[in-house]
């Protein structure tokens, strides 16, 4: 399934860069991720237009080739699977490799588009060789606070694992520092560009350390990994754990106070207290385990990093940084036939990721995984949170769809 097409852009292009160039980038790390690609890509066709209007660059009017824009930025981080320091020359060369872009420009063009790959990289000393390499690197400099200090923290975390907090907190403060602080290597393509005000306010949290520190504690990225039975035939997603302090067992739904697991009692076994432990305010883990692997329940969440804006369990103060690649999720699970949102905020999440409308509670939609071409049912529904205004026995009838795949 396609996000929607950019119109100036060549429709065939657009498809060969979706189904071959973009599925590259899930394999790579979350600060270099398909997200961030798709993220370019908007932020280069919004300069080229501002650039072929006279809108920008102190009103100069550009003649640009906005097949050329697009695929410079759908390319412009592929060599990242060659390590980070020399990607952007690994870029180029992949994609002057490329012989497939033939299809859809000169050999000249081609050489163009290599040059502004390669010249992307905030680091460059020199000047872009072209307009098309300034568009790059304006579009790759996405200056807004919480994108670019998370993603310095997942790079800082997917690199260096060993580390702990504190070391990666000065890891990427210290990039940050580096990069975007005054005297910073990071330089704007064009003077009037929104980029410029947006540099000048994350400078100035920059001089705050202690803010920084405080910023940082209020990123998680999610600490389970997802479950996945060999027989999974359908994924539910909520949106985050809650904090650690509230967890009852070490698994998905941990939270005493959350319904999810009395839903499945009760659904299944007719009794809401099949999973808890006699006795005790805590789930039954292995219990829990078990039953999920003989009914082929997949589980994790819609989020994989998120912003916590007040200590509790509450979605309303959860701010979604890096969502979770669904489509891959999916993929590894080739007997799954539906996808269950657990709530309202990772029903909306995962319509987002699908590019599919947000169903009602109790509702449905279609999709199809690509490339397999299977068939996929997204279920909205409602949220086992017992703050959700539905009693237990209406939550259970609805999850209903569980039973039924």
């Known amino acids: 399934m396609y996000k929607s097409f950019i119109p100036e852009v060549s429709r065939s292009l657009q498809q060969y860069v979706t189904e071959n160039i973009l599925p590259r980038y899930d394999s790579y790390d979350k600060a270099h991720s398909r997200r961030h690609i798709q993220s370019v890509i908007d932020q280069s066709m919004e300069i080229f237009r501002k650039l072929s209007a006279g809108q920008m660059d102190g009103g100069r009017r550009y003649e640009l080739n906005p097949d050329m824009a697009y695929a410079i930025a759908a390319y412009h981080d592929i060599g990242i699977c060659e390590g980070r320091e020399s990607h952007h020359l690994v870029s180029g060369r992949m994609l002057e490799a490329d012989t497939a872009l033939c299809r859809w420009f000169s050999p000249e063009q081609i050489h163009v588009m290599r040059e502004a790959v390669e010249d992307h990289r905030s680091s460059n000393k020199s000047w872009p060789r072209s307009i098309y390499g300034r568009i790059v690197s304006e579009a790759d400099k996405v200056i807004d606070f919480d994108t670019v200090f998370s993603r310095a923290i997942l790079y800082a975390r997917a690199n260096y694992p060993e580390m702990t907090d504190e070391e990666i907190f000065r890891k990427s403060y210290g990039h940050l520092l580096d990069k975007y602080g005054d005297g910073g290597y990071m330089r704007l393509q064009f003077s009037d560009s929104p980029n410029a005000v947006r540099l000048a306010d994350l400078r100035e949290k920059l001089r705050d350390e202690e803010l920084m520190r405080r910023e940082f504690q209020l990123f998680e990225t999610h600490p389970l990994r997802p479950f996945v039975p060999d027989n999974a035939r359908v994924l539910l997603l909520g949106s985050f754990p809650p904090p650690h302090a509230r967890w009852s067992m070490e698994f998905f739904y941990p939270n005493f ?102 169903p009602a509670v109790g509702g449905s939609v279609q999709f199809t995984l690509q490339p397999s071409q299977r068939t996929v049912t997204f279920h909205r529904m409602p949220s086992s949170s017992r703050a959700y205004p539905m009693s237990l026995d209406k939550k259970a009838a609805l999850y209903q769809v569980l039973r039924n795949r």
């Open 257 to 358: 106070q959350n319904d999810m697991w009395r839903i499945m009692g009760l659904l299944f076994y007719g009794d809401k207290e099949h999973f808890v432990v006699p006795g005790q305010k805590r789930f039954d883990y292995a219990r829990v385990v078990d039953f999920c692997r003989r009914e082929g329940i997949a589980l994790y969440d819609a989020a994989y990093m998120v912003k916590r804006l007040r200590g509790n369990a509450s979605d309303n103060f959860l701010k979604i940084i890096e969502p979770t690649d669904i489509q891959s999720l999916l993929s590894s699970m080739p007997s799954c036939s539906a996808v269950v949102s657990t709530g309202g905020k990772s029903a909306e999440q995962i319509a987002s990721v699908l590019d599919v409308p947000v």
